[in-house]
């Protein structure tokens, strides 16, 4: 399959005028040039009531940063979701492992991953940015951590994902590539009324991995990155893939040198597809962009990605582009 090359990256190697024309301007020119955007918030998947939590916060007034870990929180505590926090499918060996990572429009970031028994790993991570001198704490030491902020030990393993589980130990199916069930991570991206942007990600990570896997989503600039100057993005899917493209910080560089929030997750899945021709068909990756402007965008590797969209007090499932099209 021959991949397009988007227009605006043609023109800007050619001409050369909209990387240097953009970066000509300095950084506090670039900030009074832009107007305060409308608030927004966007979540991968079917996730309404996280973003109806989140939109909630911004609407009283609250910041981005408060609406994404309150919007986060909701998928955790919700049994059913088996993508995420407590009812979230294990991996192999039986063990729900959690992964999340949360970033505030100043450029902070925090993160945990491969910590188990806390219902909120969101909620770790932006201790751990706001807490210590880290960006990222794992495993053992992420649940010390985590005892020692007041956070309770707690079992994870609901009796229908043990169930699931048992039921899969049994097949020893391979570690599955598109296995669309398996998707519901919550990436979510917002911005408040000041016009500042915030993300969060959080899952449990994908259904029957390896113990000690760690995917893209607590991984700053793969599972998600903010950058307040230019906008945010976030993932889901098949972690692997995102990882070897550093996805999320790819979607923002893309919109750093002019890119529309579409055109930049366009762009990230076409090098994910271009780095796996032949493979690229056999699983799903989705990402999602705001941009400054409070433009957005959404991308799949194949149909079936859909995310949740609040603006202007509407809020709407929405499928997103793809593309593998027939
Ligand atoms: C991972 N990206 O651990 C996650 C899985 C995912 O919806 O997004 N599931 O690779």
Redesign the pocket.
Known sequence: MKIKRRKFLRNSVVTGTGMLGYHNLSAKSRLLEQPVPHPIVMA??DNSPAVDTAWKVIAAGGNALDAVEAGARVPEKDPLDK??GYGGLPDESGVVTL?ACIMDHQGNAGSVTFLQHIMHPISVARKVMEETPHVMLSGQGALDFALEQGFRKEKLLTEDSKKAWEAWSKQKKPFGETNFE????I?ILAIDKQGNIAGA?T????AY?KHG?????PIIGA?MYVDNEVGGAC??????Y??KTLGSFLIVELMRQGASPQQACEEAIERIVTRHPRRFKDFQ??YLAINKQGQKGAYGTEKGFEYTLSQNGSLRLNPADYFLKK
């Open positions: 991968t998947w993508s995420v992964d398996n998707h519901d991570t990436g990600c899952t449990s990570g994908m991995k896997r760690v995917g893209d989503s599972g993932a889901t899917g098949v972690g692997e995102v990882m990756v989705g």
